[in-house]
């Protein structure tokens, strides 16, 4: 009797196939790295032909951006946006950020994204269409005042510089603070961003750079 021939791409019944996939991508992608990580390694961990990961996701960058969107780790910062007083926030998102690299779970995906936008422009422009959709956009909404996404990008660019010199190149002394003394250096600078008078600080700065003059 002849065996039928073994199924190549989808296995049979119902499954959460596709969160295989995707957890197998997110460990490849913090274990191994953007470049590193691989269609052949996804489908293995996952137990499924490569066929059926590319029938998902249609390529890397496909199975990368699905990777990134799946349960982020800032999720908990978007819903803190929407939570408590607007004029205490900026003390509440950075304390809770810091929180999130210094956990060792979702502080690996963090740095996997970082390193991946680095290395490849097409993870750099996915993790930019993430943050603008998922980050920034609910934070101006949050804000909901006058020049709200400038708010929302320049408090967003200052936390994702602080992480990129405190965890990824860990510069020092920033690298060695500790954390509820960096809270309090960035939650004024951050609130600020958010709700205080953004061109009260620029005359400011343009006064003294004339006068320095």
Do not use: C
Request: charge should be negative; hydrophobic fraction near 45%; avoid cysteine.
């Amino acid at each position: 009797m002849t065996r039928p021939p073994r199924p190549v791409g989808r296995r049979p019944g119902p499954t959460q196939t596709r969160a295989d996939i995707l957890a197998a991508a997110q460990t490849a992608f913090t274990e191994d790295g953007y470049a590193g990580a691989t269609i052949r390694r996804v489908a293995g961990a996952a137990g499924v032909d490569q066929a059926l990961v590319l029938h998902y996701f249609g390529s890397k960058d496909g199975l990368f951006a699905a990777a990134l969107r799946a349960n982020p780790p800032i999720r908990g910062l978007v819903e803190l946006a929407t939570q408590g007083d607007i004029h205490t926030l900026g003390e509440r998102l950075v304390r809770q950020y810091l929180e999130l690299w210094e956990d060792p779970e979702s502080s690996g995906r963090l740095l996997a994204v970082f390193r991946a936008a680095s290395v490849s422009p097409s993870a750099a422009a996915t993790v930019a269409a993430f943050i603008g959709e998922a980050v920034m956009a609910p934070l101006a909404r949050s804000i909901g005042s006058e020049n709200a996404e400038l708010r929302a990008t320049l408090a967003g660019s200052h936390l994702f510089g602080t992480a990129a010199a405190r965890y990824v190149l860990r510069v020092e002394p920033l690298a060695s603070l500790d954390g509820e003394v960096l809270v309090g250096y960035l939650g004024p600078v951050i609130q600020h961003y958010l709700t205080g008078d953004l061109d009260e600080a620029r005359s400011s700065t343009s006064s003294e750079a004339v006068g320095g003059g």
